[in-house]
């Protein structure tokens, strides 16, 4: 019976986070609030994850930095200024020694453990140049997932899985060659909040196949199934 029981709040609790997501993504995608739709994504894994609190630790992570950032005037140099923070003042980094850590796609578990992979250190960039005004957006070039700044001068790459390091759309185009990509165009423009979870929800689904996770391979495809509704 208790086991039944705990079958059953596990299908209600799930249920409240479908709907909360359905409410989420079935905005416009420039609409669609990513620090929100991250959260509800890691509260299909961790059920008490504390959205608030994360939230709270992102704006302490920009007020840390928001006065060093004030007093630049080039968004490249403000960004140079946010990258040096957060991956060598803050030591966030990348997973190399377990990158198919499922640990390293939630947000709440990068805050916590420092640690991520492209995409999700992607996001945590995202939403604190987001905090900042800065203008940026999320690039998914094949096989790899980086920050974007552009104005009418300059186009500039955050590579946040290396340490922030910034390269140039050659040097982007040359790592997509090496790895086995045929360069195309569209691969170097930013994508929307829709299609970063899209990405990090594919990341999942595929842990899980490969770990043989059923429930949570399923509950996440339904909710890919979801955002493309």
Not at 86 to 107: A, I, K, M, T, V
Not at 121 to 142: D, E, M, N, T
Request: hydrophobic share 40%; with cysteine; net charge neutral.
């Amino acid at each position: 019976v208790r086991v039944e029981a705990q079958g059953v709040l596990e299908r209600i609790r799930l249920e409240v986070v479908r709907k909360d997501w359905e409410k989420v993504t079935s905005l416009p995608d420039q609409e669609i609030d990513l620090e929100r739709g991250a959260m509800l994504m890691a509260r299909v894994c961790y059920p008490e994850v504390d959205a608030k609190g994360c939230g709270e630790q992102l704006d302490q992570l920009a007020e840390k930095i928001r006065p060093k950032v004030k007093e630049i005037e080039k968004p490249k140099d403000q960004l140079k200024t946010l990258s040096h923070f957060l991956f060598e003042d803050q030591r966030f980094r990348g997973n190399w020694e377990d990158y198919f850590d499922p640990q390293n796609s939630y947000l709440n578990k990068v805050l916590e453990r420092k640690l991520g992979i492209p995409i999700s250190l992607s996001v945590l960039y995202l939403l604190i140049a987001k905090r900042l005004k800065l203008p940026v957006f999320g690039v998914g070039i094949p096989g790899h997932f980086m920050v974007k700044y552009e104005d009418e001068r300059t186009e500039l790459y955050v590579d946040t899985f290396n340490g922030g390091r910034f390269l140039s759309r050659p040097e982007c185009i040359q790592f997509m060659v090496e790895a086995g990509y045929p360069y195309q165009s569209e691969f170097m423009e930013g994508v929307s909040p829709r299609e970063i979870l899209a990405r990090m929800l594919r990341n999942l689904i595929l842990i899980y196949v490969d770990r043989h996770e059923t429930t949570l391979e399923k509950t996440l495809t339904r909710f890919m199934d979801m955002l493309y509704k």
